[in-house]
Nanobody
Framework: VQLQASGGGLVQAGGSLRLSCTAS????????MGWYRQAPGKERELVAG???????NYANSVKGRFTVSRDNAKNAVYLQMNRLKPEDTAVYYC??????????????????WGQGTQVTVSS
């Protein structure tokens, strides 16, 4: 599975950006699609994600400002980021989790990561 992310850039505080990520290759049975970010000197953290049920989850710091969505037909996940703040500055990574049979009656959940896209918010 290959993930191609795009949409990062430089924006002033209060502005907006939209990130896109498309999965290709053996991207069957996608269970969860999401976005993580990592700021300098900090650990990678979940920003937002959405499972097959369609209910999104968000980090508290982005609730009300960011919206995650997915297009199953395109194997794509999007992150609309509004009212951006300088503290949103980070490298953003898309993440895809598959759900595959382990052939023993259970499932495995392999994860894949995109290459990261830089988002910089100036004050």
């Amino acid at each position: 599975v290959q993930l191609q992310a795009s949409g990062g850039g430089l924006v002033q505080a209060g502005g907006s950006l939209r990130l896109s990520c498309t999965a290709s290759g053996s991207a069957f049975n996608i269970n969860y699609m999401g976005w993580y970010r990592q700021a300098p000197g900090k650990e990678r953290e979940l920003v937002a994600g959405i499972g097959n049920g369609g209910t999104p989850n968000y980090a508290n710091s982005v609730k009300g400002r960011f919206t995650v969505s997915r297009d199953n037909a395109k194997n794509a996940v999007y992150l609309q980021m509004n009212r951006l703040k300088p503290e949103d500055t980070a490298v953003y990574y898309c993440n895809v989790e598959l759900r595959e049979s382990d052939y023993e009656g259970g499932y495995e959940y392999p994860e894949f990561w995109g290459q990261g896209t830089q988002v910089t918010v100036s004050s």
